[in-house]
């Protein structure tokens, strides 16, 4: 098994529904206290090398979160290039997802050589920004190659409008009305278009439909001070906030999206508005990428920001990676981990009582293939970082 661990989903049905919903985690959660004791150096190193999923996104978090702790200044380019970076993880894992488990879920054959052209993306834009440097250090060097980051959000650009929207990324991002949605799904021949007409056609866009909750901002102070309390462990493997259980995802990140708004009012947060979440999240990301590396060529050499008031031997790190919000607490005493915590998206999305837990409970069980694959659908429109195995009694 991965470091990562994994999920076990239990569907017990009762007649032709489901009585209940159990999610069980084998994520090894007290994983980080392998970090007490060791030099912050040396964790920086470790973190991308244990969590092969996101592994940018659990480096950038980490770094944040060890800077802040030891009180450095931070470089606004390099720490805007590491950002660059997530955004490009992102976008290859929307593409993942697209490309493989969409295909599968249309009856598409997969195109492995395109989806074997994503492994290159990162390693191109870590050596775009940095050249053979290290990366996501306490003191980085940057080295921009403006040209190479350019041609990777043109890879980017170029699969989008190819395999999943089959117009430019931008001017998928600018549809904003049911109607040309609907013209978009019955005149595309790309994965995306065909599987969620077929989800349209088969009226199964408002499957897993059990509401939305999304996860608020939460002021770092009130996030650190939450993960300082003895009872952190339990917050950590099942967390809430003032009570509450919450999801973090591109649908969050995507709801002010007119066109998103559209979808709500029609099909709830079913599957046909977390899917399209995805994409919209995905067609936004090589603009936003060109303007920040138009913003990072042009930000003054060796710019600093100063840490907050607040931070001084803690620090929180905090960056929204592919499936959502991801947060890193580092507490260090003269340069060595005393205290280490990993909040992942996983266990907002994933909660016992979360948004998954309620999205099954609602799926029809008559048939128990049918429900299998409806289920399989949902949780991969939630998208867990980790594999999962499902089980229906």
Not at 125 to 134: I, L
Request: hydrophobic share 40%; proline share 5%; charged share 20%.
């Amino acid at each position: 098994m991965s470091v990562e661990g994994g999920l076990r989903i239990e569907l017990h049905r009762q007649e032709d529904s489901i009585d209940q919903v159990r999610i069980l985690s084998t994520r090894p959660l007290q994983l980080t206290r392998l970090f007490e004791g060791k030099p912050v150096e040396e964790l920086l190193r470790m973190i991308p090398m244990l969590y092969s999923v996101c592994a940018t996104a659990q480096a950038c978090a980490s770094v944040q979160a060890c800077r802040q702790a030891l009180r450095l200044d931070t470089d606004r380019q390099a720490a805007l290039a590491e950002q660059m970076l997530v955004t490009v993880e992102t976008a290859r894992e929307h593409l993942w997802r697209i490309l493989i488990d969409w295909s599968g879920f249309a009856g598409i054959p997969i195109d492995r050589p395109l989806v074997a052209s994503l492994s290159i993306l990162i390693p191109r834009a870590k050596q775009a920004c940095f050249g053979n440097g290290d990366l996501f250090t306490l003191k980085p060097v940057l080295q921009l190659d403006q040209k190479s980051f350019a041609s990777i959000i043109e890879q980017i650009a170029n699969i989008g409008t190819h395999a999943v929207f089959g117009i430019q990324p931008s001017a998928w991002y600018a549809m904003d009305s049911m109607g040309s949605f609907n013209r978009w799904l019955d005149e595309g021949a790309t994965i995306a278009s065909q599987l969620l007409r077929q989800l349209r056609d088969r009226e199964l866009g408002h499957l897993g439909d059990g509401g939305s909750f999304l996860l608020p901002d939460i002021a770092p102070q009130a996030m650190s001070q939450r993960l300082a309390r003895a009872d952190a462990d339990r917050f950590i493997a099942a967390p809430d906030w003032e009570g509450n259980t919450y999801e973090t995802n591109p649908l969050a990140r995507q709801a002010s999206h007119p066109l998103l708004q559209h979808l709500n009012r029609h099909f709830g947060s079913g599957l046909m508005t977390r899917m399209v979440a995805r994409l919209l999240e995905l067609a936004s990301i090589p603009d936003q990428l060109s303007a920040q590396l138009v913003g990072l060529a042009g930000e003054q050499v060796g710019a600093k920001e100063k840490p907050s008031a607040e931070s001084g031997q803690q620090g929180l790190g905090e960056v929204e990676a592919a499936r959502g919000r991801l947060i890193h607490r580092a507490v260090q005493q003269d340069g060595v981990i005393t205290s280490y915590q990993i909040l992942a998206p996983t266990e907002w999305n994933f909660h016992p009582q979360g948004v998954v837990a309620r999205g099954l409970q609602g799926l029809p069980a008559e048939n128990e293939s049918l429900l299998k694959h409806q289920a399989d659908l949902f949780i991969n429109a939630v998208d867990p970082c980790v594999g999962y195995q499902l089980e229906i009694a």
